[in-house]
């Protein structure tokens, strides 16, 4: 077993007394104390976070847009210099590879950002699917460490530290500056369903910007957050996570998330064929969807428990959390169209035996007031 990566802030993490643990061959802060504070001070106030350990990958050429146009699902030509877009790459079959974000750095300048887990797999089939064209893939995650300001409070925070115009930052869009002296990729993204700002930075300036946030987010109540309240912000925001609500099993129509499949596209595109009759079955029979439960009792579901109905099993729950917001557990679950519909009476979950409560709701379960 080979040690653990460690980010660039990792000293901090252990200076602040975080409880670490091994995430995606990442040595990552789980929590710095009491995760549900954490928290809610990202839905009230704001949080820090430390998510260097996504990964990065640029495509520059002149055939730059066309190659990830093949690479992956969306309609990346449409993307304007300095917008961002939620996309994925799927394999030949349409299973999701995993979902991600792309940023239009430049004309011909691109930087996709993957999941941890999952970023090997994508920068070896980004390279694989771009040979063919007069483009260059560029493995980039030693070049950035990734902190991310989240909560109502992180513009003030971020703007007291740029000249930057935040302001006229829209959301799923980047720009560059310098925050806190220090040379960053600005992108209003983010995890949380919380406004928020993610910074990429050389690591080198990891440490600097860390202190500079949180000495200018110590009035306004910020805290350094851990990747466990990130996944109950996620949660309640409806977020799907890789290898829980997205996998290989599965296709973006069967996640419905069919949306960000783009067939009017030019050319051909990776599992295109596969895609095409993903759609056509889902529009002839809907596939399970993905919805929202609420518990009525105490007991919190987990990912792989059974979704159950007059005693059959009518779906399987995808990530399960006690939610802070709600003061109730909560789960996402792939449960079968016919007791999809929120306010569907009689389902509950398989917990160890007991077929629990549950409220079908839509999702998100939260979303913030604009």
Same mark, same amino acid.
Request: with cysteine; net charge negative; glycine share 12%.
């Given at each position: 077993?080979?040690? @653990?990566?460690?980010?660039?802030?990792?000293?901090?993490?252990?200076?602040?007394?975080?409880? !670490?643990?091994?995430?995606?061959? $990442?040595?990552?802060?789980?929590?710095?104390?009491?995760?549900?504070?954490?928290?809610?001070?990202?839905?009230?106030?704001?949080?820090?976070?430390?998510?260097?350990?996504?990964?990065?990958?640029?495509?520059?050429?002149?055939?730059?847009?066309?190659?990830?146009?093949?690479? /992956?699902?969306?309609?990346?030509?449409?993307?304007?210099?300095?917008?961002?877009?939620?996309? !994925?790459?799927? #394999?030949?079959?349409?299973?999701?590879?995993?979902?991600?974000?792309?940023?239009?750095?430049?004309?011909?300048?691109? !930087?996709?950002?993957?999941?941890?887990?999952? &970023?090997?797999?994508?920068?070896?089939?980004?390279?694989?699917? *771009?040979?063919?064209?007069?483009?260059?893939?560029?493995?980039?995650?030693?070049?950035?460490? +990734? +902190?991310?300001?989240?909560?109502?409070?992180?513009?003030?925070?971020? #703007?007291?530290?740029?000249? =930057?115009?935040?302001?006229?930052?829209?959301?799923?869009?980047?720009?560059?500056?310098?925050?806190?002296?220090?040379? *960053?990729?600005?992108?209003?993204?983010?995890?949380?369903?919380?406004?928020?700002?993610?910074?990429?930075?050389?690591?080198?300036?990891?440490?600097?910007? $860390?202190?500079?946030?949180?000495? &200018?987010?110590?009035?306004?109540?910020?805290?350094?957050?851990?990747?466990?309240?990130?996944?109950? /912000?996620?949660?309640?925001?409806?977020?799907?996570?890789?290898?829980?609500?997205?996998?290989? *099993?599965?296709?973006?129509?069967?996640?419905?998330?069919?949306?960000?499949?783009?067939?009017?596209?030019?050319?051909?595109?990776?599992?295109?064929? =596969?895609?095409?009759?993903?759609?056509?079955?889902?529009?002839?029979?809907?596939?399970?969807?993905?919805?929202?439960?609420?518990?009525?009792?105490?007991?919190?579901?987990?990912?792989?428990?059974?979704?159950? =109905?007059?005693?059959?099993?009518?779906?399987?729950?995808?990530?399960?959390?006690?939610?802070?917001?709600?003061?109730?557990?909560?789960?996402?679950?792939?449960?079968?169209?016919?007791?999809?519909?929120?306010?569907?009476?009689?389902?509950?979950?398989?917990?160890?035996?007991?077929?629990?409560?549950?409220?079908?709701? &839509?999702? @998100?379960?939260?979303?913030?007031?604009?």
């Amino acid at each position: 077993m080979s040690n @653990p990566r460690l980010t660039a802030l990792d000293a901090t993490h252990r200076s602040l007394g975080a409880t !670490m643990t091994d995430f995606a061959g $990442w040595d990552m802060p789980l929590r710095y104390g009491s995760e549900r504070d954490e928290h809610n001070a990202v839905r009230t106030r704001a949080g820090l976070f430390d998510l260097s350990h996504m990964g990065e990958i640029t495509v520059t050429g002149p055939e730059a847009v066309k190659a990830l146009d093949y690479a /992956l699902v969306g309609n990346i030509a449409t993307i304007g210099v300095g917008r961002a877009r939620y996309t !994925m790459i799927c #394999q030949e079959d349409g299973g999701i590879v995993d979902d991600l974000i792309v940023y239009r750095l430049g004309e011909s300048e691109y !930087m996709v950002v993957a999941n941890a887990g999952n &970023a090997q797999v994508v920068l070896d089939a980004v390279t694989e699917r *771009a040979a063919g064209f007069d483009a260059e893939v560029r493995d980039d995650r030693d070049a950035y460490a +990734l +902190l991310a300001v989240q909560g109502p409070e992180s513009p003030g925070i971020v #703007q007291s530290l740029t000249d =930057a115009d935040l302001d006229g930052l829209k959301y799923y869009a980047g720009l560059p500056g310098t925050v806190a002296g220090v040379p *960053a990729l600005i992108a209003r993204t983010g995890y949380t369903g919380e406004d928020g700002f993610e910074l990429f930075v050389a690591p080198a300036d990891a440490e600097k910007l $860390w202190q500079a946030l949180t000495e &200018a987010g110590k009035d306004a109540g910020l805290v350094p957050c851990g990747l466990s309240c990130r996944d109950t /912000l996620r949660l309640e925001a409806g977020m799907p996570l890789y290898g829980h609500e997205l996998t290989t *099993a599965l296709t973006p129509f069967d996640a419905g998330l069919g949306r960000v499949v783009k067939f009017e596209k030019e050319g051909d595109f990776v599992g295109r064929a =596969a895609l095409e009759a993903a759609a056509e079955r889902a529009a002839a029979k809907a596939p399970r969807k993905l919805v929202g439960l609420i518990a009525e009792g105490r007991r919190v579901p987990r990912a792989g428990f059974s979704v159950v =109905a007059n005693g059959e099993v009518v779906g399987e729950v995808t990530s399960g959390a006690p939610s802070p917001t709600l003061g109730k557990p909560i789960a996402m679950a792939y449960v079968d169209a016919e007791h999809a519909a929120p306010g569907t009476s009689g389902v509950g979950v398989d917990i160890r035996g007991t077929h629990e409560p549950y409220e079908v709701v &839509a999702l @998100p379960f939260y979303k913030r007031q604009k």
